[in-house]
C-alpha cells in the first residue's frame, strides 16, 4: 500500500524547545517537500529536495532545517529560532518528471 | 498581490447542487493546473489535474482552463454532503523544478 506517512499526527512541544516531524514516501518519488499551512493562507514552501544529499530553501525557510540521507525519507526540524512554529505541517512528493504532488496526512504542531 | 487568488468562502449549497470554485492567477507562466481536496485536519488529495485549456472531466468533477483569461474553475455535479471539504487550486511552470503555487482554499459545505 504505497503513501507518505507523516508521524505524529498531534505534536506539542514549550517555547525554545528543537522539534522534528518525521516523512517517509514508498512511492519511489525522487522529490520530497515540505510545507506549512495556516488558516487563510494556503500552503507555504519550506523545504524542497530533489535528489539524496541534496536540499533547497523554499519562501519561509527560516527557522528550519531539513535532512535527506535516504530516497524515502524527509524529516523536518523545527527551531527555537521559528518566530510563529504553531502550524499545519504537510510532507509532499512527487517524481521529478511528474507535475502532481501527493501529501501525507499532515502533522499539527501547537507550541506554547 | 498574490500569485494565485481564490475565493476562501465558505460556500454553503443544498445536496445536488451544481458547485463551481474558481481560481485566478497573474502569471501567465502557469501552464500545468491541479485540483486538491482537503477534508478537515487531513492532507490535501489530488482531485483532477490538466495542462491545457478547455475541459477535462472525470465523473462529477469537470476542470475547466482558460489561460487568456489566467482563470481556471472547478465544476461538481450533484454535490453530495461528502464533498464538503476545503478545494485548493495549485498551479506551476513546466520547468525542472516543480515549484507549485496555491491558493488558500474554498471552504465548501454540501447541506443534506
Known amino acids: 500500500d504505497g503513501g507518505i506517512t507523516q508521524s505524529p499526527k498531534y505534536l506539542f512541544r514549550k517555547e525554545g524547545q528543537n522539534v522534528t516531524l518525521s516523512c517517509e514516501q514508498n512511492l519511489n518519488h525522487d522529490a520530497m517537500y515540505w510545507y506549512r499551512q495556516d488558516p487563510g493562507q494556503g500552503l507555504r514552501l519550506i523545504y524542497y529536495s530533489q535528489i539524496v544529499n541534496d536540499f533547497q530553501k523554499g519562501d519561509i525557510a527560516e527557522g528550519y532545517s531539513v535532512s535527506r540521507e535516504k530516497k524515502e525519507s524527509f524529516p523536518l526540524t523545527v527551531t527555537s529560532a521559528q518566530k510563529n512554529p504553531t502550524a499545519f505541517y504537510l510532507c509532499?512528493?512527487?517524481?521529478?518528471?511528474?507535475?502532481?504532488?501527493?501529501f501525507g496526512p499532515g502533522t499539527r504542531l501547537t507550541v506554547t | 498581490q498574490k500569485e494565485v487568488e481564490q475565493d476562501p468562502g465558505p460556500l454553503s449549497v443544498p445536496e445536488g447542487a451544481i458547485v463551481s470554485l474558481n481560481c485566478t492567477y497573474s502569471?501567465?507562466?502557469?501552464?500545468?493546473f491541479m485540483w486538491y481536496r482537503q477534508y478537515s485536519r487531513k492532507g490535501p488529495e489530488l482531485l483532477m489535474y490538466t495542462y491545457s485549456s478547455g475541459n477535462k472531466e472525470d465523473g462529477r468533477f469537470t476542470a475547466q482552463v482558460d489561460k487568456s483569461s489566467k482563470y481556471i474553475s472547478l465544476f461538481i455535479r450533484d454535490s453530495q454532503p461528502s464533498d464538503s471539504a476545503t478545494y485548493l487550486c495549485a498551479m506551476t511552470i513546466l520547468d525542472n523544478f516543480n515549484k507549485f503555487y496555491f491558493g488558500s482554499g474554498t471552504k465548501l459545505n454540501v447541506k443534506p
Open positions: 502569471n501567465s507562466a502557469f501552464q500545468y
Open positions: 509532499a512528493s512527487s517524481t521529478i518528471q511528474g507535475y502532481e504532488q501527493y
